[in-house]
């Protein structure tokens, strides 16, 4: 799979509950990026926030709350513009409501959709 197919995987993952599935996704291409560019610090924020769901089955609030704010840290550090599709801005304000806003509880074994909303994805 080609990088930009492997991050669309990994959102399709996130977006449907598959928190942990999604940060494996995401940690590969993480490995392979440049340690210091902006793709770099775009992965590491939506690992952190696909670590925030994963603590959310674990019934951990504060973990929850740790890792959206870390997401945030990472995406305030990458561009304005759109990357891959996101928008700094949009991340950023996701990442806040994460941190504030509490998750639904997990049920079951079965993975599920416990944030309030989708990755907020830019379109165009």
């Known amino acids: 799979m080609a990088s930009g197919d492997l991050l669309a995987h990994g959102i ?29 610090r775009l992965l590491q924020g939506l690992i952190a926030l696909a670590a925030a769901g994963v603590k959310v089955r674990q019934g951990q609030t ?43 509880p997990a049920v079951g074994e079965a993975p599920e959709i416990v944030f309030p909303r989708a990755l907020p994805i830019s379109q165009g």
């Open 12 to 40: 399709d993952l996130f977006d449907h509950g598959f928190y942990w599935e999604a940060h494996e996704v995401w940690e590969r291409l993480w490995q392979a990026a440049p340690r210091d560019g902006a793709e770099s």
């Open 62 to 104: 504060i973990g929850i709350a740790r890792h959206a704010r870390r997401a945030e840290e990472f995406f305030t550090g990458l561009p304005a513009a759109a990357l891959s599709g996101f928008s700094r801005d949009d991340l950023i304000a996701y990442a806040r409501e994460i941190a504030t806003t509490p998750a639904r």
